[in-house]
């Protein structure tokens, strides 16, 4: 698994030139799951319930382990998948992408239609805004009074905030640490409290 990987900073739409009288819109969403990618979807659907085909593909998870794409009506391979390719070859995950086409009268062919959903894709992801995402790991890090200044220095010079704690009668705070630093934190902390320290993710 990537520790970064590159997803949309924002919803962006775009739309191409007409081809051949047919219009080609774009939406391209973040997305941090399946059940939110199908909500953009519905809500795309019923801003342009007017449209001849939602030609549509998503891909979720830090290494982009889940995906899925649809023609919508569209001959086979010839919409979704042209998407999806796209959306790889941009290097992006958690997002989904609609193409809405409106028929304008002269059909494109197979051929055709992949150039038109892959290109109408391709452009809209070469304008969009791009963030990135550090992958992250929630560690539990659990340890006596005495040791809560050695931990909390830790934790401060790696600009690490608590997201849970519980003072009982020891300390637990829970922190998101980036995937690569969880070995690094963890020896830290055990060196800086003569393991009296355990973190665990």
Known sequence: MAATYRTLAQRFRFEI???KGSRFLTTAAPAASEEE????????????PNATHHCWALRI???GEVFRSSDDGEPGGSAGRPILAQIEGHGLTDVIVVVTRWF??????VGGLIRAYGGACGRTLDRA????????VRVRIEYPYDCSGAVEGVLRSRGLEPVASEYGEE???????????????????????????????
Request: no cysteine; hydrophobic share 45%; net charge negative.
């Open 61 to 63: 998870g830090p290494g």
């Open 171 to 201: 300390v637990w705070v829970e922190v998101l640490v980036p995937e690569d630093e969880v070995a690094a934190v963890s020896r830290e902390l055990a060196d800086k409290t003569a393991g009296r320290v355990q973190a665990r993710s």
């Open 37 to 48: 990618a199908r909500a953009i979807l519905d809500g795309v659907r019923a801003e342009f």
């Open 17 to 19: 030139d007409p081809v």
């Open 129 to 136: 805004p791009l963030r990135t995402v550090v992958v992250t």
């Open 104 to 109: 304008g009268g002269t059909k494109l062919g």
